[in-house]
């Protein structure tokens, strides 16, 4: 089973930075897709960043030019640089896996962003 741990949440003030990390574990293939996604309350869980196995990335237009995503030689660890940081970004952020044909989620790591 592939397990993904998130971390380097926290309070940030707006106009901040922070970086998260997410470490991968069980994995069997470095033919992936990697992904952040964030998750407000009462809100569906959105995806705004996402790193192709060729190390292409797309991001929503909402982080767009904020946030950037990268990830080690061997994509089991990948980090999300957030920059500019508002308080519509406050959310949990989840780190997944796409590994033959499956999904893997972490258990997210809490983003909050003052005034």
């Known amino acids: 089973q592939v397990q993904l741990v998130e971390s380097g949440g926290g309070l940030v003030e707006a106009g901040g930075s922070l970086r998260l990390s997410c470490t991968a574990s069980?994995?069997?293939?470095?033919?992936?897709?990697m992904y952040w996604y964030r998750q407000s309350p009462g809100k569906q869980r959105e995806m705004i960043a996402q790193?192709?196995?060729?190390?292409?990335?797309d991001y929503a237009d909402s982080v767009k030019g904020r946030f950037t995503m990268s990830r080690d030689s061997s994509a089991t660890r990948v980090w999300l640089d957030m920059n500019n940081l508002k308080q519509e970004d406050t959310a949990v952020y989840y780190c997944?896996?796409?590994?033959?044909?499956?999904?893997?989620w972490g258990q997210g790591t809490q983003v909050t962003v003052s005034a």
């Open positions: 997944k896996r796409f590994e033959n044909g499956a999904d893997y």
């Open positions: 069980g994995t069997h293939s470095r033919i992936n897709v």
């Open positions: 790193m192709y196995n060729s190390g292409d990335t």
